[in-house]
T-cell receptor, first 111, second 116 residues
Framework: QQKVQQSPESLIVPEGGMASLNCTSS?????YFWWYRQHSGKSPKMLM?????GEKEEGRFTVHLNKASLHTSLHIRDSQPSDSALYLC???????????FGAGTRLAVCP | GPKVLQIPSHQIIDMGQMVTLNCDPV?????FYWYKQILGQQMEFLVN????????KSKLFKDQFSVERPDGSYFTLKIQPTALEDSAVYFC??????????????FGPGTRLTVL
């Protein structure tokens, strides 16, 4: 059964600092990774997605993917208190876009 | 941005009763999904639905579960009868159909179901 492992479980960074979150899939058929952010009591919202080896940057957010190791990471620079949330990594494979989620990393950005 | 709505936000029912969870997907989306999240655990895929049919379902999608979207109205998840282990937050999602099959899924805020 496909598993998605995220680390760390929780992370505290100072305002203005860099947050780095990790995610690995154990399913060799995975070919798309998604990063979602979920504020408490709200719906998950997609931040970034990646399917090619390498790096993708959007504003303060950068995502990396190593397809050989099925490892992706999300980096948030200049972290803000509003970035405090649960970050979910999801992987998909196959034509019907079923998402397999990790347990999440809870990020707290302290002023 | 596009919004998925879910009704109700909370539902408390007695074990053995039937419950219907409603989802109002993004208007031009054609793929619909249900996910289940038990308190303190990760979100897990239940089922996806396209063109009036279930395309894929997980082991969590028991025989007591059914989904439908009659005439473009709400996309519903029905559980009949309910069991204690059905207590969870149920998230609905929808997406466009894209070549290659991958498209961003937009999630609703969830329905918290408590089975007593």
């Amino acid at each position: 059964q496909q598993k998605v492992q995220q680390s760390p479980e929780s992370l505290i960074v100072p305002e203005g600092g860099m947050a780095s979150l990790n995610c690995t899939s154990s399913d060799r058929n995975v070919d798309y990774f998604w990063w979602y952010r979920q504020h408490s009591g709200k719906s998950p919202k997609m931040l970034m997605s990646i399917f090619s080896n390498g790096e993708k940057e959007e504003g303060r957010f950068t995502v990396h993917l190593n397809k050989a190791s099925l490892h992706t990471s999300l980096h948030i620079r200049d972290s803000q208190p509003s970035d405090s949330a649960l970050y979910l990594c999801a992987a998909s494979s196959g034509s019907f876009n079923k998402l397999t989620f990790g347990a999440g990393t809870r990020l707290a950005v302290c002023p | 941005g596009p919004k998925v709505l879910q009704i109700p936000s909370h539902q408390i029912i007695d074990m053995g009763q039937m419950v219907t969870l409603n989802c109002d997907p993004v208007s031009n989306h054609l793929y619909f999904y249900w996910y289940k999240q038990i308190l303190g655990q990760q979100m897990e895929f239940l089922v996806n639905f396209y063109n009036g049919k279930v395309m894929e379902k997980s082991k969590l999608f028991k025989d007591q579960f059914s989904v439908e979207r009659p005439d473009g109205s709400y996309f519903t998840l029905k559980i009949q009868p309910t069991a204690l282990e059905d207590s969870a937050v149920y998230f609905c999602a929808s997406s466009l159909v894209r070549a290659g099959g991958y498209a961003e899924q937009f999630f609703g805020p969830g329905t918290r179901l408590t089975v007593l």
